[in-house]
């Protein structure tokens, strides 16, 4: 009698959570209003220009109450005009750029390194017309890979870029050639700073908190270069996140 009565009182109790439209085990899958918000970050560049993005990420999360999810495309030795293929031809990167609610931008080592090495001052006899036309076509690719991302993204999006540090000051110092290094070096960046007031995208001042003001500062010699003397250590890492910290989460509100 009891069992009957029971399973009476359980297929009615069933039936009145049927009516209301509430099924009794969901709350417990349910969102709780408690949760964090989360943010999407979608994180493009190569190794010099990501390694450091969970520094930031944490940094994001701390100051913004959310919870980061991350989208990293870090690619090994990548140039910008291969980090733009990638954003104009892979379908799933362009969709998750376009739902991203803050990317960064980390591009340039690769090319300026090379062009240094192929026509500037580690070359026996710089070729100054072959530089100019690395120049020229960098800032002309860099422009190219902002005007895209900034197309794909949405119109409150977040979106941050970095100008490049150099890590070789001592040796190009102990050679004689780091004058014309930071020459050139310097107007590689102004590529990166021309492009980001074009659209609207802010930069990160890199070159400046490891290479300082002038551009003569060694960053070995204040901790913030790992072993191999190029990529950023743990101090690096962090100097580069507050960098873009210092941006402040400025929306792009086209």
Known sequence: MRRQLFHRFAGSLAAFFFLLGVVPG???TTRSSADPQTWDYVVLGNSIGTLWFEHYGA???SDQSVKVIYHNHYVPLQKVSALLANVTGEPDLRNEIADADIITIGIGFADMRWAITMWGSERRNPDSEGM???IR?????????LAEVVSLAGPTVIIEAMDVYFPYVRSHKDRGIYESTKQDWARFNECIMAAGRRHRVPVAQVHEAFNGPLGDDDPAEKGYLDFDGKHSSEEGMQAIAEQFRSLGYERLLR
Do not use: K, P
């Open 26 to 28: 969901a709350a417990q």
């Open 59 to 61: 940094m994001i999360e």
């Open 132 to 134: 100019n036309e690395a």
């Open 137 to 145: 076509e960098f800032c002309l690719t860099y422009d190219s890979l």
